[in-house]
């Protein structure tokens, strides 16, 4: 008999509910060609390709017992303090897996997560702490009901239930360089979960550095939900999602030869592309602050000056990823201290860089 064939049994059987622990520490990621519009459940309208993070990390430990009703049961703790905001959306969440894991409504859970970067610092944490939670769900599933599982399974399975509680958290289940949606001409490529960049990959990108520069650390007047939903208004939005689909055919290119111009030309202007379409959405909004303007100018400046391969992002807010070649840490460090400094908050950046994705802890 094909063991592959077999379908896995999703729920225990009454009397063998499990009580055990796992726990899961996964990085953040910053996208290079960006996701920005979805539809039916969290489908990107183009596809995205993004840098996994080494320092900017979640770390999350799940708890499971039977349940005492009939339906899963939920208590979420950030940094051991009970928190309802987010035990709200790890309801949404359960909600929406809770088809793929029927298993859920079995257990009673205790989640506890804390980030190695600060609440404070602006940065969301929805990527790594969905992919760190969807990593121990698929856990649960794998040491308990499906034991056969293979590893390239197993981390798909995470990658398709994290997509489902943030789009972009597909791509924190692998390090390196991941992909989240159909390219053409790369049939291993899915809507429904992340893929790893397969080799050739040129060496320049495999240390990549990313220095994230707090401008502002106040929570984000509009939410990724909103804006991703404005795009299907927006005017521009077929072209937007077109493009994309162009830009990560050519930034893949880049990457895999090491055309550093070319990859500074693409990242730039998927970055201030996202920004435009919030600014042309309706209604319109802007998350760029004057400090990130300032700071993009400079590192115009700075790279017409020295020569010096550094270039920006941004996500949808106002802080700037300063990425380059590791050679070069130096210098750049020099440039952060000496010229950008006086425009972020508290003089706060965080000294991240590429990294090997998620641990079992
Ligand atoms: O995953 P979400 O819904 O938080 O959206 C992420 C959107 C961007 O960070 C702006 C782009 C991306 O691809 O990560």
Redesign the pocket.
């Known amino acids: 008999m094909n063991l592959q064939t077999i379908e896995p049994v999703l729920s225990f059987k009454n009397s063998q509910v499990p009580t055990g622990v796992v726990g899961w520490e996964s990085p953040s ?3 290079l ?4 519009g ?1 539809r039916d459940v ?1 489908i990107p309208c183009n596809p ?1 390709i ?1 840098f996994t993070l080494s320092k900017s990390v979640s770390r999350t430990k799940v708890s499971y017992r039977p349940a005492e009703s009939g339906n899963y049961e939920i208590e979420f703790y950030l940094d051991g303090v009970r928190t309802e905001k987010f035990e709200e959306k790890i309801h949404t969440f359960f909600r929406t897996i809770r088809p793929l894991c029927p298993f859920i409504d079995q257990l009673r859970f205790r989640i506890d997560s804390s980030n190695t970067f600060p609440h404070s610092a602006g940065i ?1 944490s ?2 790594s702490g969905m992919s760190a939670l969807a990593l121990c769900i698929a856990d649960i599933e794998r040491k308990h009901l499906d034991s056969l599982l293979s590893e390239k399974a197993f981390f798909q399975k995470a990658s398709l239930l994290a997509r489902l509680g ?4 597909c ?1 924190s289940v692998y390090g390196g360089l991941v992909i ?1 949606g159909e390219v053409e001409g790369m049939p291993q490529t899915s809507n429904e979960y992340g893929v790893k960049l397969d080799e050739p990959i040129h060496e320049v990108f495999k240390s990549y550095k990313d220095s994230i520069l707090i401008v502002d650390a106040a929570e984000k007047k509009v939410s ?2 909103a ?2 939903g404005l795009m299907k208004t927006n005017p521009f939005s077929a072209e937007r999602f077109a493009q994309a689909g162009r830009n990560i055919q050519a930034l893949i290119a880049a990457i895999r030869t090491g055309d550093l111009d070319m990859f500074i030309k693409l990242t730039e202007l998927e970055a201030l592309t ?1 920004h435009a379409m919030m600014m042309t959405s309706d209604p319109y909004f802007l998350l760029m602050r004057p400090n990130t303007l300032s700071i993009i100018e400079k590192i115009f400046d700075f790279r017409q000056q020295t020569g010096l391969p550094v270039c920006f992002t941004l ?2 807010g106002p802080n700037v990823h300063l990425l380059y070649p590791q050679r070069h840490e130096q210098e750049i460090k020099s440039f952060i201290a000496n010229d950008l400094a006086v425009h972020l908050h508290n003089g706060f950046y965080i000294d991240d860089q590429v990294g090997t994705g998620p641990n079992e802890i």
Not at 33 to 36: A, C, E, P, R, S
């Open positions: 990621n910053i996208a060609v960006k996701y920005w979805k969290q995205s993004s969301a929805s990527a943030s789009g972009s958290a791509r989240w990724s939900r804006g991703h996202l996500d949808a």
